[in-house]
DNA sequence: AATGAATGAGCATTCATTCAT
DNA sequence: AATGAATGAATGCTCATTCAT
């Protein structure tokens, strides 16, 4: 792998694992085994890093969340973007835990996490309505975008929030499963009588994948990485 | 007011304000107007302060969140739940915003911080059972504690998220309303049809309430201390 | 002394041996055995230093630079003002010496050296129409200014050509006598012939002091300190 | 034209420009177009290529500043001479700005330097001398070398001393012309009567000059490049 | 000749903490 | 109780120089 990238994944891990604030340039570099003048000879400084790991965040989350058009409406959909939902957040769990800190040290980034916030929001609103219109959700119309971001809302904070509210610190899959029962619990509450067995349904196979991963603190290290 | 206190409660108020990592000792004594040796004649260090602050979120959390018992089920418990609900996490909203660092860093609060969180959610779910048994809630019995346990999180991260996700850094009361309401569309959702009333009430008088705050940015300083 | 002073006075004389390029802020404190931190804390940065030494600078400006009064006009006063005016450059060489340098890294500092040069021109140029109007020069009242400029020039930086232009590097009392006779040259060249005698005698004055101190290699470091 | 030479002209330029401390190699590089390793590929380090810089400066100096010979003693004779001065002091100014810090870091262009000064100083004092002996100058002998040392320096160090003085930092022909005529001034002060003309005819030649480039603040980049 | 990734000692600066008074 | 000078390890970052290709 070139350099660069090897600086751009090592970091995502390393700011994942440590957090921004406590993984300093020079700890990044020894930890990457490489010296400090090369990370800034790929970037200008800490911030620039964090740029492009933002990047691969936002082609993550444009990638992963269009309307749905032709698919059925089944099962399948469902679990195509809960999966998503959660990967991203496990794959870049890091900004959210440090969220505040980076926005306020880079006004770049800032600007364009807002607007990617902003545009993911409108897609997810979008899928919602037309959820609505399908049959699916029974719901005011002025009450969707609000449930989009409350959704939203619980799967970007439903890591940092389970690592500081539970014991066990490793973050499991069958930890991101228990988030994502709980967005779906959002919908099932929200659901039209007709569709409120496909919830159910859908919950039972959560709640199964749930339980298969759950033996706690014997989870190794690789088996963290999720979905 | 003994310099003791002094410490903790402008501590507090510096650190609502301008975050735990960004405000130092020393900028900590200067804005107090006494000496850092003075800081640390009274705690042993700066997690010592914090574990000071937390007696006092403790205090708070356990004195407001008890569940009724003679009380009128009606329109204004449930006002008194919510102002609680709100009024703590941002009176303490440093706490949430640095829970990672501040729980990384102080074991002993790490510890003191679940249990507490343990009990409220304990006492939260409580009042949701009784509100079940009342029949306010149509919810099955093991849907009760997750939803006190969203809702908590919602509450808990409200501050956090709308800061990072909104244009304006302020925060006013319009601000922890609209999260507010977003707890309530909760309650809404599981409500019995009986009570459904009773909640679009509630939304209704905190919809208004919003209202009556929402001049974004004519907000003086102030105005900005909720509840 | 108080550590503040210390590092003023400190810092000006290894400035003035080493140049402020080469004097890291950590060896500056190294030398001046205290840390680096203490440094910081009397000190915003390395030009607030720098700043400091410069009021010291302006105060010696101004002190000895007055256009003369009631004194008789003889060769004692001009004594005083040359005296004066090597010693100045001699106490903070390190500013003609790094003085782009310096005034590029501190625009503050730019600002105050450019208006404190310009008040020194002006009361120079004072002397020389007072000299002209005593009957001591014979010079166009247009060729007054340039005039001053010119010895102000040589003064200031006669220490930096002369380091670099001979082979010893030690500054001694009979290297500034040699910068200070060529000032005296340019008065002769401009005086009345009624003054040149006076010039002549002055001229004797400093060239026996230079060779009294014109021991050129076995000068001991102390006896650096001229004048 | 060859590498070595594009870095060496490249580097005088971008010297001259920014100053040499403000000069990476590796900016010197990239402003060149060339990897950082093809300059350690010609160069052993920064110090060689100012050695070569150092080599152009001495042939320039040599050429330049030959005592006149079958000449006829005119204003045109001067006019080459004051030219060539300020034009090889305009052409290598940073090495003027920057002396202190390259002969320090450089024993070897200390001692060359040294040598060159002394030549061209040994140079001019007999030209000075001819120009005693054929009535133009009016100076006793011994007088004569530290007039040419006085005339050295303020071509030397005038660019430094009026971009240190003056508000614009820009240099223009106008600029020089100025110290040109300072040289001037010292010439006229020392001349015998009937020289004395033609000393001020040449004072204004070069003040015409020096008004007819004098446009401030409007003066172009390229016509900064003065003689 | 030429590239450009890589090095590592060094720099200005910060900050939680100590301690003599 | 209180001061405030003092510490020193650590931080983000720079830059002359090297070296495999």
Known sequence: MKTFDRIVYGSLALFNEHGVNDMTTNHLAAHLGISPGLLYYHFRNKEDIIRSIFNLYEEHLNAGFQPYQDEKLDVALFIGYFDTMFETVWKFRFMYSNLTTILNRDQEISKRY?????????????????????????????????????????????????????????????????????????????????????????EQHYQQLMNSYATPDTDSESALMPI
Chains 1, 2, 3, 4 share one sequence.
């Not at 002025?142 to 619980?154: E, F, G, K, N, Q």
């Not at 066990?168 to 659901?191: I, P, Q, W």
């Open 114 to 202: 807002k607007l990617t916030q902003q545009q993911a929001l409108d897609r997810s609103s979008q899928i919602l309505h037309k959820l609505k219109a399908d049959g699916v959700l029974a719901i005011d119309s002025d009450r969707v975008t609000p449930l989009a971001d409350t959704m939203r809302m619980i799967a970007g904070f439903w890591i940092d929030y389970k690592q500081t509210h539970s014991s066990s610190k490793h973050v499991t899959k069958a930890f991101l499963y228990e988030g994502l029962l709980r967005v779906l619990m959002l919908f099932r509450a929200h659901s039209t009588p007709e569709y409120c067995a496909m919830f159910t349904r859908l």
